[in-house]
């Protein structure tokens, strides 16, 4: 069984798809973490992201739902 999400991207934050806002089918089971990795980010890279689904942050072991929405965006410091 599988499930479909929509994913958006930060504007500018472009790993591996040419498009900021795309549709994924994946696995029913796949966390949060496994989905950011099949985007095509790399496991050193999650750490710099926060990722909400469905408008709220979510931690990287949530398991996603078919019809979740995901925002994934930088965290950008500055001082």
Do not use: C
Not at 28 to 49: K, P, V
Not at 52 to 69: C, H, I, M, Q, R
């Amino acid at each position: 069984m599988s499930i479909r999400v929509k994913v958006e991207l930060m504007p500018g934050l472009k790993p591996v798809r040419k498009e900021n806002v795309f549709e994924m089918e994946l696995p029913s089971d796949i966390t949060l973490r496994e989905t950011l990795l099949e985007i095509g980010f790399r496991e050193n890279e999650i750490e710099h992201l926060r990722a909400f689904v469905n408008e709220e942050l979510a931690p990287l072991d949530k398991t996603l739902k078919d019809g979740d929405s995901i925002w994934i965006g930088v965290v950008i410091g500055g001082g």
